[in-house]
């Protein structure tokens, strides 16, 4: 069900093929900033384990992957300046109806401006 591409975009981050502009490292997780930022502050927070959407690391993900992650995003929130702060908006895509673009989960973090409604109507 969910097959999982080795070739995407952020599995070649994570093997050293291609570069990224690292905020943060961890045994499991990688933040960098996105390279296309939608706002101000705009870091991707990624598992380095092979998980394609958010279901799919909630569901088969260790405690111990699970827990770094999180502690990954709380970490970057405070690095980043936006907790404590003005507040930010955490996203993740999946699959078609998300919109999702690369097929490894990863959580964006957006703030640095008011980041208006939740989703666009419809
Ligand atoms: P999504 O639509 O949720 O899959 O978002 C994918 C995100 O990855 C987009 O915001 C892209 O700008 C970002 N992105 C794509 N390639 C790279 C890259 N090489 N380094 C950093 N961010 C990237």
Redesign the pocket.
């Known amino acids: 069900m969910h097959s999982y591409d080795p070739q995407n ?2 599995a070649r ?1 994570l093997r050293g093929e ?1 570069p ?2 690292t905020v943060l490292e961890t045994e499991h997780s990688l933040a ?5 930022p ?1 706002a101000p502050v ?1 870091v ?1 927070v990624i598992p380095k384990g092979a998980y394609v959407t958010f279901d799919h690391f909630a569901a088969e993900a260790s405690a111990e992957e699970i827990v770094d992650f999180h502690r990954t995003c709380a970490q970057v929130c405070q690095m980043t300046g936006v907790m404590p702060g003005k507040g930010y908006r955490a ?3 999946a699959a078609e109806h ?5 097929p490894h989960y ?1 959580l ?1 973090i957006l703030g640095g401006r008011p980041m208006g409604r939740l989703v666009d109507p419809a």
């Not at 960098?32 to 296309?36: A, E, K, L, S, W």
């Not at 998300?98 to 690369?102: N, P, R, S």
């Open positions: 975009i952020f981050i291609i990224n502009k960098f900033h996105d390279i296309n939608a705009h991707l996203i993740t895509n998300g919109m999702q673009e690369v990863h964006h």
